[in-house]
């Protein structure tokens, strides 16, 4: 009686003034028994604290109606008040089962603490790996009921039955993803999510996806889970006999139509292939000399037909875009400008990045421009050298502080050379 009394009281406190208003759930029905209870936080400026957002974020979590009521994640602590509002109204007064942690980072644990103080009754379910990290980011006063699971083991909630499928380094070493044999439904972790918040639409098929999304879901992927390529091609591998009609990832929107373009888009970016046969050109410029030679390659690769060309300042626009883009492409140009006898400063960061994002299979060109010590070309060279499958065309463009009419046979030269790269 006394609990019974307390859950009502908390429930009260949530739903008197907040800000002037009560608050209001926010919920999607997606099947008969399943819930969409996540939220987005659009004041969030850098995911990670490292990634630009421009629209925010969106914390998916998925509430399951059955025998036995299962929560699939919780969501960041900026979203908590509202994410709890959610998950209450769904049960409406019914208990909390079962919480499946697919995956231990804080955007989809941290309030695993709070949602415990509402239902201290919950069963965790999670991989040997996620009851290792739970402790460590977590004390609490009680241990949580914690069940751990392996690869195929099964949960039956009364009319589904969830499998549990491992994903290691998708990105973390802990991560598992579940699929509902009953409503075929993928819960994918972070696999197939998207950059930008959610406005009430939380299907694919409610955007104009390929116009909206699309480079959105490539910055996410390519940054957040690009280096481990071939550890997603594994869980491809497993999901591809699954009888997937739906993908409920924990960031962006539900897929439940044509779901094998955002499959074929994750077979292509994790091989490490290029989704369009054209020429990228960045460029880093400290007085404007070098940004010249680069916009007239330009010019002169869109003279031999070269079609969809990206055109970027390495000074001037995120890292994280130009990681991204530099996978979109076929061909890419890197025109840096010597500094202190070494590589321009943001140029280096940029391929360094790449590198480490395990960069590869691509058609590479340099240009290098110096004053009194040119250097950019050596040290390009090197840090390429020690990516995986990079072909660098012969064919170089050396400036000496500015582009010379000399020189324009160079850049023809060059440029006739990344044409014939491009089909």
Not at 2 to 16: C, D, G, P, V, W
Not at 120 to 144: I, R
């Amino acid at each position: 009686m006394l609990e019974a009394l307390l859950m009502l009281k908390k429930s009260l406190f949530r739903t008197i003034l907040c800000h002037g208003g009560f608050m209001m759930h926010c919920t999607r029905k997606i099947t008969d028994q399943l819930y969409y209870v996540g939220q987005s936080d659009r004041r969030l400026a850098l995911f990670e604290n490292v990634y630009r957002l421009d629209d925010g974020m969106a914390y998916n979590s998925y509430l399951l109606l059955d025998d036995k009521t299962v929560l699939f994640d919780c969501v960041d602590h900026a979203v908590e008040r509202q994410f709890l509002e959610n998950v209450e109204y769904v049960l409406g007064g019914r208990k909390l089962d079962y919480l499946v942690v697919h995956h231990m980072e804080p955007d989809h644990s941290e309030t695993i603490a709070a949602l415990l103080e509402e239902y201290p009754n919950v069963t965790l379910v999670g991989t040997s790996k996620a009851h290792a990290l739970l402790k460590q980011f977590f004390e609490f006063k009680k241990e949580p009921a914690f069940t751990e699971v392996k690869e195929n083991d099964t949960l039956d909630t009364g009319h589904h039955k969830l499998t549990f499928v491992m994903a290691p380094m998708v990105h973390w070493p802990e991560v598992m993803v579940t699929y509902d044999a009953t409503s075929h439904i993928l819960f994918s972790a972070d696999a197939f999510g998207t950059f930008g918040a959610l406005s009430g639409n939380i299907f694919a098929d409610e955007f104009e996806y390929e116009h909206r999304m699309l480079d959105e879901a490539r910055r996410y992927y390519i940054n957040i889970v690009g280096k481990y390529g071939m550890q997603v091609q594994m869980l491809l591998k497993k999901a591809s006999v699954l009888d997937i009609s739906m993908i409920c990832p924990l960031h962006g929107p539900i897929w439940r139509e044509n779901l094998a373009y955002i499959i074929d888009k994750y077979n292509t970016w994790s091989s490490y292939a290029s989704e369009l046969d054209s020429v990228l050109i960045v460029y880093g410029s400290i007085y404007g000399n070098t940004e010249n030679a680069a916009q007239v390659l330009s010019t002169k690769l869109a003279e031999r037909g070269v079609k969809n060309m990206g055109l970027y300042d390495v000074s001037k626009t995120d890292i994280a875009t130009l990681v991204s883009e530099a996978f979109k492409y076929k061909t890419i140009v890197f025109a840096s400008s010597s500094l202190n006898a070494g590589l321009f400063l943001n140029m280096e960061n940029l391929l360094l990045d790449l590198k480490a994002h395990f960069f590869q299979n691509r058609n590479v060109a340099l240009i290098q421009n110096g004053s009194w010590a040119p250097s950019a070309l050596k040290c390009m060279t090197e840090i390429l050298g020690s990516m995986k499958n990079i072909k660098l065309i012969e064919h170089k463009v050396d400036i000496r502080s500015s582009l010379k009419e000399s020189q324009l046979s160079d850049l023809d030269q060059l440029a006739d050379s990344l044409a014939a790269t491009v089909k």
